[in-house]
């Protein structure tokens, strides 16, 4: 049973930034895509961040480029999200997710992934 496990998440203020962590249990973690996606209260869930297998090719939607940057330890089995100049409107749960067989192009889309975590919640306070 594979598990992923996120952290990092909680009350912070406009401008602060973060680093979520996700732990996954399986093995070996580096045959998997990894991805970060993130919903908010009434809203559908919404791709932030994906990272290749080797860490060496980062994917991210427009609207999040410059402020997210996924990473990766395979040797840790984890993932990492760091969110800078956190706005109101990051509030959010923020989940990751493993992908065996994904291609790139795919990587944006929610159902090609295999496996999810419980997801953590970051709440930003103007």
């Known amino acids: 049973q594979v598990q992923l496990v996120e952290s990092g998440g909680g009350l912070v203020q406009t401008g602060d930034s973060l680093r979520l962590s996700c732990a996954a249990s399986t093995h070996p973690f580096s045959t998997y895509f990894v991805g970060w996606f993130r919903q908010a209260p009434g809203k559908e869930r919404e791709f932030v961040a994906a990272?290749?297998?080797?860490?060496?090719?980062?994917y991210y939607p427009n609207s999040g480029k410059g402020r997210f940057s996924i990473s990766r330890d395979n040797a840790k089995n984890t993932v990492y999200l760091q969110i800078n100049k956190l706005v109101p409107e990051d509030t959010a749960v923020y989940y990751c997710?493993?992908?065996?067989?994904?291609?790139?192009?795919?990587?944006?889309?929610?159902?090609?992934?295999?496996?999810w975590g419980q997801g953590t919640q970051v709440t930003v306070s103007s």
């Open positions: 997710a493993i992908s065996a067989a994904a291609l790139g192009s795919d990587l944006e889309r929610s159902i090609v992934y295999d496996y």
């Open positions: 990272l290749s297998r080797n860490g060496g090719r980062t």
